[in-house]
């Protein structure tokens, strides 16, 4: 991509425009200072995108500054963010030029990019590396979300590869850390750049449909504003409102949640009421707004969300209800003071603007959470990204202790996750619980407001069905580490039992006894060996005999065990890319039956242990599981040109109104018309409308596309959707 010599000034003029009104004089030199360096150090460095790599560290910079709210140091450490790593400056040279806090951040973003990226459990790894640098310096994660969102934003003339790296990492990683943080407007863009790239037919058809629905939009946001701006300045309130449609990464989630087309989901877009209040007002105002505008527009008290009395861990403050608005469409509004509004959109960063209010104290405790779950030896990588799930991206439920405790935990937590939240020991020992002086099991799902007093004992251990009891990744390290320490337990008592009998029985090489046992039980290993032993799930003393002999005797019968570690797997090589044959003639193919890849659909392959490669749809609902604990096994993969002839099964579900002859219309669109054959036609009808559901077999994705676009004009039929993803 080729940027001219007026586009790089624009981009440095703006950098410090961003800048001038809240950085000094001095910072302002220091800023020009390490912008000179960069043009000078990285002159023929090119970026992913083609432009010079300078330009990306100025607009990361640009975006520490404008969007973040970040001050000087952020801003000369987004620029300098890569000397370190490149053995261009050591960390010595930028204390002695700049200061300690610019070499600290510096330091911190060295070490994340360090860490090899290209296998997926690595990218954990450096995601925590990434959330220990939060801990020790939060501006050195701020700017790596800086640095990830100008990535993302500039990456079209990518390789595909790239993009859907890039884009795994966004959705998964920093995302989520972002929304924790409270950088909404940095949370949602991430997440619709990446669909863009994950799922570009969706996030297109979402697009369109907003272009198209936006006079309408705009009439509906005008006609609700309109009456309530009057009603506000009649009680001298100094305000600002503003309309905004929701992200379409969020509008495509709605629709697959509750499974409904666009013009479906009902609250599509939201307006903004900002006041302009003193801190001890803000409360009583927001209220005040709220019982005006619900004086003017009926609204869903279900929809009620208080977060002004109880704020979020993050410190995010709002009140958000959904009212019925003009031409009966739904709408929701957000009120909130300038500083909530400050917070709501720069998180972190505006911390530190209002420092000693007591959200603070929240984000805190926050912090001390992250480290205590990296810092845990027992925490394994691949269970890193599902654990900052749960705790970055889930909506939160608020409990008591009986002393009146507040515990903040995510939406969908029981009474174990309660008790892990109390402490460890608690947790290991609980039996169940009190909830509001109830007695409950410790699979309860907890709710707003329950007082939880947590019951012990002392005979009481964790065991493996807890981990599909419990959610919070506190509560799941330190099961699945006491599980750990008693197999090893157990593992330690199988060996000395065996240990013991080879002495009684007079055996001198111990070792190759063992092996004679692992061939006769059909083990792989001696830690399973001593594991059936400790459990007692053989008799030492039938096994006196084949030893003895020195040799196997007759097998038998498999004895289960733990199921083995996929991490013992030896790695596979990984060729550019795999040309699929259609109709995987000669080669040890299977498409795989979770997303019936066909003709056309992106694809990859996943070298399996038993049946060879498997092919999956890139946006597979298992791919990310894929990537994620095996990516060592992915084979970049794509169709080889079609021939005739050639089919793929599929399913479709088809959904409408249920009128007469309407299986005679799908029939004949689907034999006659297209000439595709079916395998099976099932249909249900309920309350005036119908669901089928049709196996048939097609010959790429631009055929399947045609069928659904055909089926979908039947009168009477409100969608027609591939099974899977469309």
Not at 254 to 269: I, S, T
Not at 350 to 357: D, R, T
């Amino acid at each position: 991509m080729e940027v001219n010599e007026t586009q790089i000034k624009n981009r440095y003029r703006g950098l410090l425009k961003s800048c001038r009104n809240s950085v000094s004089p001095e910072d302002l030199k220091l800023i020009r200072k390490a912008y000179g360096e960069v043009v000078s150090i990285y002159d023929r460095k090119k970026s992913s995108n083609g432009e010079p790599y300078y330009i990306h560290l100025v607009n990361v910079a640009r975006i520490c500054a404008e969007e973040i709210g970040l001050g000087a140091t952020s801003v000369i450490a987004a620029l300098l963010q890569s000397t370190i790593n490149d053995k261009v400056f050591t960390r010595q040279d930028i204390e002695r030029e700049y200061n300690s806090s610019v070499a600290n951040i510096v330091e911190s973003l060295s070490k994340m990019s360090m860490i090899d990226s290209k296998n997926p459990l690595k990218q954990v790894e450096s995601f925590r590396e990434l959330m220990l640098a939060l801990s020790s310096d939060a501006r050195a994660i701020l700017v790596k979300l800086a640095e990830r969102l100008d990535t993302i934003r500039w990456m079209s003339n990518t390789p595909n590869e790239y993009q859907r790296k890039v884009s795994w990492e966004s959705l998964n990683l920093y995302a989520p850390l972002a929304h924790r943080l409270g950088l909404y407007r940095v949370k949602s863009e991430m997440e619709d750049l990446a669909m863009k790239y994950t799922n570009p037919q969706d996030y297109h058809y979402i697009i369109k449909k907003l272009r198209n629905t936006a006079t309408q939009r705009n009439r509906i946001t005008r006609d609700f504003m309109v009456p309530i701006e009057e009603e506000l300045r009649s009680r001298g309130f100094d305000f600002e409102i503003k309309g905004r449609p929701k992200s379409v990464y969020s509008i495509w989630k709605k629709m697959q949640k509750q499974g409904v087309a666009f013009n479906r989901v009902y609250d599509l877009f939201a307006i903004r009421v900002v006041l302009n209040t003193p801190p001890e007002r803000e409360k009583s105002d927001c209220w005040q707004i709220y019982s005006i505008i619900t004086e003017s527009w009926t609204p869903n008290p279900e929809r009620l969300r208080d977060w002004i009395s109880v704020p979020k861990s993050n410190g995010y403050e709002s009140l958000h209800t959904t009212v019925v608005g003009p031409e009966g469409r739904w709408v929701e509004v957000q009120i909130r003071s300038r500083r909530m509004d400050e917070i709501a959109e720069k998180g972190l960063a505006a911390h530190w603007k209002y420092k000693g209010i007591k959200q603070d104290k929240g984000l805190d405790q926050w912090v001390s959470k992250v480290r205590e779950i990296l810092e845990a030896p027992e925490t394994a990588a691949e269970d890193l990204v599902e654990q900052f799930q749960l705790n970055l991206y889930k909506k939160e439920v608020f409990a008591f202790t009986p002393t009146g405790d507040l515990k903040k935990l995510p939406h969908g937590a029981t009474v174990l996750d309660f008790a892990f939240e109390i402490h460890s020991d608690v947790g290991c020992q609980c039996v169940g619980a009190k909830i509001n002086g109830r007695s409950v099991p410790i699979k309860h799902t907890l709710s707003n407001g329950d007082v939880v007093e947590i019951k012990t004992s002392k005979n009481q251990k964790p065991k493996d069905e807890w981990l599909k009891i419990v959610i919070t990744g506190k509560a799941k390290a330190k099961i699945k580490q006491k599980l750990r320490e008693e197999k090893n337990k157990a593992l330690l008592v199988g060996k000395e039992m065996i240990f013991r009998r080879f002495k009684n029985w007079k055996v001198d090489d111990t070792e190759k006894a063992l092996k004679i046992l692992q061939k006769h039980l059909k083990l792989k290993n001696s830690a399973q060996l001593f594991e059936v032993i400790s459990s007692e799930k053989v008799n030492l003393s039938d096994l006196k005999q084949v030893v003895l002999s020195g040799k196997e005797e007759q097998p038998v019968e498999h004895v289960e065990t733990s199921k083995p570690k996929l991490a013992e797997e030896k790695e596979v090589h990984r060729p550019d890319y795999l040309i699929i044959d259609e109709k995987l003639a000669n080669i040890d193919f299977k498409l795989a039956k979770c997303c019936k890849p066909i003709h056309g659909d992106d694809i990859f392959g996943f070298v399996t242990i038993k049946d060879g490669i498997k092919i999956h749809r890139t946006n597979c609902p298992n791919a990310r599981l894929l990537y994620q604990k095996y990516g060592y096994r992915i084979v970049n993969a794509k169709w080889k040109e079609a021939k005739d002839q050639t089919s793929f099964q599929t399913t479709v579900r088809i959904t409408g109104i249920d009128e007469l002859g309407m299986v005679n219309k799908i029939s004949e669109v689907i034999s006659k018309d297209l000439k595709v054959n079916m395998r099976s036609f099932t249909i249900s009808s309920q309350n005036g409308m119908f669901e089928g559901k049709i196996q048939l077999f097609v010959s790429d994705v631009k055929s399947l596309d045609m069928l659904l676009y055909k089926l979908s004009k039947i009168k009477g039929v409100q969608r027609a959707v591939r099974i899977g993803g469309h």
